[in-house]
């Protein structure tokens, strides 16, 4: 493709066909200037390209490729250097195949467990996304590959997904549901950004201008092409404007004769169009400028780092007794369909075709030197004698040293296209689990799930693994957790509540009428648990080890750029080596906007052998303490001493350390509509007001402020002081 081929080469049909893809996954080419037609795919965990003569969504029919472990085991590693090898993996994947941007990752906040698509998503915090989505897309795009981040935005639900207006404040709506976004904008550059089907705030964001343009080219920087979802186009002519680059998939033509029509008809100026002509020339170039890559894929290299990080994903809930890891020559009953038909990935457009899959019950006789009874104890659709099910696994678990059972959602629980109407497991695998139980309290639960479940049965099992899905060599990572091979370090990147009830959006999820009020506003996730002081089964960024760690003293220092550089060491005092997922919350008492007691800031991990002690160092970035403020419409950062708080977990804190922050200045407008109290705050005017009141009222005047310290100066004409007065007081402090 020539370097030289613009917008200005082109007819005006020309540069509407470049719009709009070309089928449903390749990008219109253009042959009468040289211009190739290239391809995009999804692949959040894997490349999933169509075969020929697949169907046009090629669920079913996809190349193999390696399926890594989807966001909600990723993320729980808490590890983006890993995420980075991860994006690596996949980019020379997508190469191999001739795919030029890898459609992913997802990084939507999980506002509300029942969201059928979490497993596709990170976390309920925006750090842990942005961070483990930026290496992600650094790593896929270091082969010369593209990404897209994606939902673009406020994408938090199934229900209603392409029409429904997410309503949300815009506190909750910069900090919380666009901080991750930015994050990865601004530290990655992915190529392109995928809007959303969903309208924020009524408007569609394939046709927000204040989204796709003021925010993330103006404020953020982003350089790439704005794609829309698949079918997330409403109105193609305001769309485009708007900062919609690329309608996908084609729509044969239709509307690329709208826009046509448009500019003829000067409705829509053919500057727009040029823009966007630019951007994906632009794009086509970057793709074409990658060296070829022949292959073939090393299919035994990427499965073992599959494996590795499906490793890093496993969360240790509970390990009473330190029951895990299991002795070698254990004998052991394996209890539960999904030991032996692993569920590994979700269900819908991310779907992976993989190149081979490890079945968690062969892994697990692979590396015991004991012997290994199976019973798969209940069927995931429900069919079968479950009577007869749960007989026969009660008896092979009472002649067991331990039963390791198997539960889970099954596929049709949770999937794109639909939300979860409870967090619950099957009640049939409930009761499995109580019938074993009785036979064999030396039980250990092993959970396959893309999103949180209510776990009842915590206080009578005595060790638990959170599985998520863990991709195709899964099953090898949790045998390797299982009989230690693996010491776990997985962190949960979502709060697992005690019950629905209890949960943040409960009472304001789905929605209705084609809405859906973001009530719990900034209080999303751990947030919302501990401003309410409520229990939960287990908290944000809780992971047990086979290890143990202590805390020393932390430490906090102000770099020059106003960052908080802050260092704790961190000491192994257990006998096998382990990781340590390092985490810090801020906090700052006594602010003068909504925050919650704490919110994460920062984390990091350190390896370390038994005994070893090694200093860790967190960066909190002074962006990342700032709030939205709606009365200037800007990032502030507000003055004060911020707490900092290191630990283990958002609830197991293990040291502190506090800084002096300096606020960002931030200049109010003096009207007579301001109130007593944004006088009195301000630098001219508070001082001049406090004389006048003085004079007249001495020290009668701090009760009287408390009564009307809300009111605008001018609603009572007189009172406290002549109008005349409070007039020259707000003139002078203009």
Same mark, same amino acid.
């Given at each position: 493709?020539?370097?030289?081929?613009?917008?200005?080469?082109?007819?005006?049909?020309?540069?509407?066909?470049?719009?709009?893809?070309?089928?449903?996954?390749?990008?219109?080419?253009?042959?009468?200037?040289?211009?190739?037609?290239?391809?995009?795919?999804?692949?959040?965990?894997?490349?999933?390209?169509?075969?020929?003569?697949?169907?046009?969504?090629?669920?079913?029919?996809?190349?193999?490729?390696?399926?890594?472990?989807?966001?909600?085991?990723?993320?729980?590693?808490?590890?983006?250097?890993?995420?980075?090898?991860?994006?690596?993996?996949?980019?020379?994947?997508?190469?191999?195949?001739?795919?030029?941007?890898?459609?992913?990752?997802?990084?939507?906040?999980?506002?509300?467990?029942?969201?059928?698509?979490?497993?596709?998503?990170?976390?309920?915090?925006?750090?842990?996304?942005?961070?483990?989505?930026?290496?992600?897309?650094?790593?896929?795009?270091?082969?010369?590959?593209?990404?897209?981040?994606?939902?673009?935005?406020?994408?938090?639900?199934?229900?209603?997904?392409?029409?429904?207006?997410?309503?949300?404040?815009?506190?909750?709506?910069?900090?919380?549901?666009?901080?991750?976004?930015?994050?990865?904008?601004?530290?990655?550059?992915?190529?392109?950004?995928?809007?959303?089907?969903?309208?924020?705030?009524?408007?569609?964001?394939?046709?927000?201008?204040?989204?796709?343009?003021?925010?993330?080219?103006?404020?953020?920087?982003?350089?790439?092409?704005?794609?829309?979802?698949?079918?997330?186009?409403?109105?193609?002519?305001?769309?485009?404007?708007?900062?919609?680059?690329?309608?996908?998939?084609?729509?044969?033509?239709?509307?690329?004769?709208?826009?046509?029509?448009?500019?003829?008809?000067?409705?829509?100026?053919?500057?727009?169009?040029?823009?966007?002509?630019?951007?994906?020339?632009?794009?086509?170039?970057?793709?074409?400028?990658?060296?070829?890559?022949?292959?073939?894929?090393?299919?035994?290299?990427?499965?073992?780092?599959?494996?590795?990080?499906?490793?890093?994903?496993?969360?240790?809930?509970?390990?009473?007794?330190?029951?895990?890891?299991?002795?070698?020559?254990?004998?052991?009953?394996?209890?539960?369909?999904?030991?032996?038909?692993?569920?590994?990935?979700?269900?819908?457009?991310?779907?992976?075709?993989?190149?081979?899959?490890?079945?968690?019950?062969?892994?697990?006789?692979?590396?015991?030197?004991?012997?290994?009874?199976?019973?798969?104890?209940?069927?995931?659709?429900?069919?079968?004698?479950? $009577?007869? #099910?749960?007989?026969?696994?009660?008896?092979? %678990? @009472?002649?067991?040293?331990? *039963?390791? =059972?198997? /539960? !889970?959602?099954?596929?049709?629980?949770?999937?794109?296209?639909?939300?979860?109407?409870?967090?619950?497991?099957?009640?049939?695998?409930?009761?499995?689990?109580?019938?074993?139980?009785?036979?064999?309290?030396?039980?250990?639960?092993?959970?396959?799930?893309?999103?949180?479940?209510?776990?009842?049965?915590?206080?009578?099992?005595? $060790?638990? #693994?959170?599985?998520?899905?863990?991709?195709? %060599? @899964?099953?090898?990572?949790? *045998?390797? =957790?299982? /009989? !230690?091979?693996?010491?776990?370090?997985?962190?949960?990147?979502?709060?697992?509540?005690?019950?629905?009830?209890?949960?943040?959006?409960?009472?304001?999820?789905?929605?209705?009428?084609?809405?859906?009020?973001?009530?719990?506003?900034?209080?999303?996730?751990?947030?919302?648990?501990?401003?309410?002081?409520?229990?939960?089964?287990?908290?944000?960024?809780?992971?047990?080890?086979?290890?143990?760690?202590?805390?020393?003293?932390?430490?906090?220092?102000?770099?020059?750029?106003?960052?908080?550089?802050?260092?704790?060491?961190?000491?192994?005092?257990?006998?096998?080596?382990?990781?340590?997922?390092?985490?810090?919350?801020?906090?700052?008492?006594?602010?003068?906007?909504?925050?919650?007691?704490?919110?994460?800031?920062?984390?990091?991990?350190?390896?370390?052998?038994?005994?070893?002690?090694?200093?860790?160092?967190?960066?909190?970035?002074?962006?990342?303490?700032?709030?939205?403020?709606?009365?200037?419409?800007?990032?502030?950062?507000?003055?004060?001493?911020?707490?900092?708080?290191?630990?283990?977990?958002?609830?197991?804190?293990?040291?502190?350390?506090?800084?002096?922050?300096?606020?960002?200045?931030?200049?109010?407008?003096?009207?007579?509509?301001?109130?007593?109290?944004?006088?009195?705050?301000?630098?001219?005017?508070?001082?001049?007001?406090?004389?006048?009141?003085?004079?007249?009222?001495?020290?009668?005047?701090?009760?009287?402020?408390?009564?009307?310290?809300?009111?605008?100066?001018?609603?009572?004409?007189?009172?406290?002081?002549?109008?005349?007065?409070?007039?020259?007081?707000?003139?002078?402090?203009?």
């Amino acid at each position: 493709m020539s370097e030289h081929v613009t917008s200005r080469d082109l007819t005006l049909e020309e540069k509407a066909s470049l719009t709009s893809g070309r089928d449903f996954w390749s990008l219109e080419g253009l042959e009468r200037l040289g211009v190739p037609s290239i391809m995009v795919t999804d692949g959040p965990h894997g490349l999933r390209k169509q075969r020929t003569g697949g169907d046009h969504v090629g669920l079913t029919d996809s190349v193999p490729a390696t399926c890594f472990p989807p966001a909600v085991g990723l993320s729980a590693a808490f590890d983006p250097d890993l995420a980075r090898r991860v994006g690596a993996a996949l980019g020379l994947e997508a190469a191999i195949e001739d795919v030029a941007v890898l459609l992913g990752p997802g990084i939507n906040i999980k506002r509300s467990p029942l969201c059928g698509r979490n497993f596709e998503y990170m976390s309920e915090d925006p750090i842990v996304s942005g961070e483990i989505g930026a290496g992600l897309v650094q790593g896929i795009q270091s082969r010369g590959v593209g990404s897209s981040l994606k939902h673009f935005a406020v994408n938090n639900q199934e229900t209603e997904r392409l029409r429904v207006s997410a309503d949300v404040d815009p506190r909750p709506l910069r900090e919380i549901y666009l901080r991750g976004f930015q994050r990865v904008v601004r530290d990655a550059q992915p190529w392109t950004v995928m809007c959303s089907y969903n309208r924020i705030n009524g408007v569609y964001a394939s046709e927000d201008p204040w989204l796709l343009t003021d925010v993330l080219r103006g404020e953020w920087g982003f350089e790439g092409v704005v794609v829309s979802d698949w079918g997330a186009v409403d109105d193609r002519v305001a769309g485009l404007p708007a900062g919609l680059d690329l309608e996908m998939p084609s729509s044969g033509g239709r509307t690329d004769a709208q826009l046509v029509a448009a500019v003829r008809e000067g409705r829509l100026e053919e500057s727009a169009l040029d823009l966007a002509a630019d951007r994906l020339l632009e794009l086509i170039r970057r793709a074409q400028e990658r060296p070829a890559q022949p292959g073939p894929l090393d299919v035994d290299a990427h499965h073992a780092l599959a494996r590795e990080v499906a490793g890093r994903a496993i969360v240790l809930l509970k390990n009473e007794d330190a029951l895990l890891p299991l002795a070698p020559e254990a004998r052991l009953a394996v209890i539960g369909e999904f030991a032996r038909t692993p569920r590994y990935q979700g269900a819908g457009s991310s779907q992976i075709t993989p190149t081979r899959l490890d079945v968690p019950l062969e892994e697990i006789r692979a590396l015991s030197r004991g012997e290994v009874g199976f019973a798969p104890g209940f069927t995931t659709d429900g069919s079968g004698d479950v $009577a007869a #099910l749960r007989a026969e696994a009660v008896e092979l %678990a @009472g002649k067991a040293e331990v *039963a390791v =059972v198997f /539960l !889970g959602l099954p596929d049709a629980a949770e999937s794109e296209g639909y939300d979860r109407e409870h967090i619950d497991l099957p009640a049939d695998q409930l009761a499995l689990l109580d019938a074993v139980l009785e036979a064999n309290p030396r039980t250990v639960v092993v959970l396959s799930n893309g999103s949180v479940v209510a776990l009842p049965f915590a206080d009578r099992v005595p $060790a638990i #693994l959170e599985g998520w899905l863990l991709g195709q %060599a @899964g099953g090898g990572a949790l *045998a390797d =957790v299982l /009989l !230690g091979a693996v010491n776990p370090s997985g962190r949960l990147a979502e709060t697992i509540p005690l019950r629905l009830e209890d949960t943040p959006a409960f009472g304001n999820f789905p929605g209705e009428h084609g809405h859906v009020r973001y009530g719990e506003g900034l209080l999303v996730g751990y947030r919302w648990y501990d401003a309410k002081d409520l229990a939960v089964r287990y908290p944000f960024g809780h992971g047990l080890s086979y290890t143990s760690f202590a805390y020393g003293e932390a430490t906090a220092a102000l770099t020059a750029a106003g960052d908080i550089a802050v260092t704790v060491p961190v000491t192994n005092t257990g006998d096998r080596a382990g990781r340590e997922v390092v985490q810090l919350y801020t906090a700052l008492p006594g602010s003068s906007v909504q925050r919650p007691p704490r919110e994460l800031k920062a984390f990091a991990s350190v390896e370390l052998a038994p005994g070893e002690t090694r200093p860790v160092e967190l960066l909190v970035r002074r962006e990342d303490l700032a709030h939205w403020d709606v009365r200037v419409e800007r990032w502030i950062v507000e003055g004060g001493t911020y707490t900092l708080e290191i630990g283990a977990s958002s609830r197991d804190l293990r040291a502190a350390a506090s800084i002096e922050v300096e606020g960002d200045p931030v200049d109010l407008p003096i009207t007579l509509s301001s109130t007593f109290e944004e006088l009195l705050a301000h630098p001219v005017a508070g001082p001049a007001l406090q004389a006048a009141l003085d004079a007249r009222y001495g020290d009668a005047d701090s009760h009287l402020l408390t009564m009307i310290g809300n009111f605008p100066v001018d609603r009572l004409d007189g009172f406290p002081l002549p109008r005349a007065e409070l007039e020259e007081i707000v003139a002078a402090a203009r």
